[in-house]
């Protein structure tokens, strides 16, 4: 409005009249979108509601899943799905698969464990325990998934093959751990160690070379430490599949902690020849006797005592093999070559690890023919874990006298027992 000394011009200009229908219209165009908004926001509570309603919690077995769980969402935070994939929570068309997991009854229980490896009780659990870290904001432009569905995607991946935090035993788990171990011939025994290989497609920005293994096929190398309850002690994940399982433990912080004392800590107990020992693992023939890894003597012309020893020492690092079994054959992305990103693939076995471990201690049973298949030429054979045995026993020049003194201290013990 124009002011010329006394006189008052109260029409608007032509500019003045386009400026203020252009705010009114930016003022409709605003409320428009808060009452979309706050629309969208309501429907979404109702939903959430209708879902919570539907949940049918059974407060008899509802009891709380070890702290380890806490760790999955953290290995889920630094990548646990690859990111060649669209972001993950983004919404997608569900299908009816997730209507079905809904349902509460007994047929239903087993296509849970059928399509997650786990039963809705646990994975009820699983799903409250990472809630808090997996919600995301409802944005205008889309709704975001919910961490139950966040949780069931990455279960029926990692179970289908379409792509507790992991703590050594202290305490009453490391009196569990050395009680089983010496009920088998191996007292003060933490556990078995051995590698698996996880099966990939050729690497797109790594030297092809180095992840070929001698079975021909590109791999990435998992070392794993477990008891004999088949619980994952250790694990050290990202090698190329052609590094030896020597070097990979001397690469591994396993090795450090073993060398600077802080693996093993006792209290120490008495073998024959006056051999004490704070603690050691039972390896194959792939490591060489040190005096914290214990393997078999091998050879062809074996005494009595030796070979009783191999076979216990056998029998007990079976233990490792049944784990692997149990591992890739229920999260079966690891047991075939998929397509995976570098950066995260540590993280997301780190995570399967971690849910193994919830699931043994849920006392989830485990289906044996998963780790069964028919070939394409119709043939029933066991699936390929990935275990790869040495070709040839290691040499015995880098032992120490103490490592074998060990070894003969524990077969002689056993021919006294």
């Known amino acids: 409005m124009d002011v010329d000394g006394d006189s008052v011009h109260d029409a608007l200009s032509k500019a003045e009249r386009a400026a203020v229908a252009a705010a009114v219209n930016m003022i409709l165009i605003r409320c428009q979108l808060q009452r979309t908004e706050g ?3 309501a429907a979404i509570r109702v939903r959430r509601k209708k879902t919570l309603q539907s949940i049918h919690v059974d407060e008899e ?4 899943i070890c702290d380890a769980v806490l760790r999955v969402c953290y290995a889920m935070g630094c990548g646990a799905f690859p990111r060649a994939t669209s972001r993950w929570w983004m919404k997608r068309q569900t299908g009816g698969a997730w209507e079905d997991l809904r349902q509460c009854d007994d047929e239903t229980e087993d296509y849970f464990k059928d399509k997650m490896r786990t039963s809705p009780r646990v994975f009820r659990e699983i799903a409250e325990t990472l809630s808090p870290f997996l919600q995301r904001r409802v944005t205008f432009y889309r709704e975001p998934l919910q961490p139950d569905l966040i949780v069931a995607f990455a279960l029926y991946r990692w179970a289908s093959g379409e792509t507790d935090k992991i703590s050594w035993p202290m305490g009453m788990q490391k009196a ?14 933490h556990g078995c160690i051995d590698c698996t290989h996880i099966f990939i497609d050729k690497p797109a920005n790594c030297p ?3 992840y070929y293994d001698r079975k021909h096929r590109f791999s990435v190398q998992a070392q794993v430490v477990v008891d004999l309850n088949l619980r994952v002690l250790d694990v050290f994940v990202g090698y190329p599949g052609n590094c030896h399982d020597v070097r990979i433990v001397h690469l591994s912080s396993l090795w450090a902690r073993a060398e600077a004392g802080e693996l093993f800590t006792g209290p120490p107990f008495m073998l024959p020849f006056s051999v004490r020992t704070n603690g050691y693992l039972l390896g194959d023939n792939g490591y060489p006797p040190s005096k914290w890894v214990v393997v078999p003597y091998g050879g062809v012309s074996q ?3 030796e070979i009783r020893f191999d076979n216990k020492q056998k029998t ?3 233990a490792v093999e049944r784990a692997f079994g149990r591992l890739k054959g229920m999260w079966r992305l690891f047991l075939r070559s998929h397509k995976t990103n570098m950066d995260t693939l540590p993280q997301q076995l780190v995570a399967v690890c971690i849910l193994h471990n919830i699931l043994i201690d849920a006392s989830i049973p485990f289906d044996d023919n998963l780790l069964w298949e028919v070939g394409p030429d119709g043939v ?4 390929d874990l990935g275990m790869h045995r040495p070709s040839r026993q290691m040499c015995m020049e880098s032992s120490t006298g103490d490592a074998l003194i060990l070894r003969d201290a524990l077969a002689e013990r056993m021919g006294t027992q």
Request: aromatic share 6%; net charge positive.
């Open 61 to 64: 077995g509802s009891g709380a």
């Open 39 to 41: 629309r969208m926001r």
């Open 380 to 383: 029933r054979r066991r699936v």
């Open 176 to 189: 569990v751990v050395l009680r089983a171990f010496a009920d088998k011939g191996f007292p003060n025994c």
């Open 316 to 318: 007990a690092r079976g």
């Open 208 to 210: 092809g070379e180095d």
């Open 303 to 305: 005494h009595p005592s």
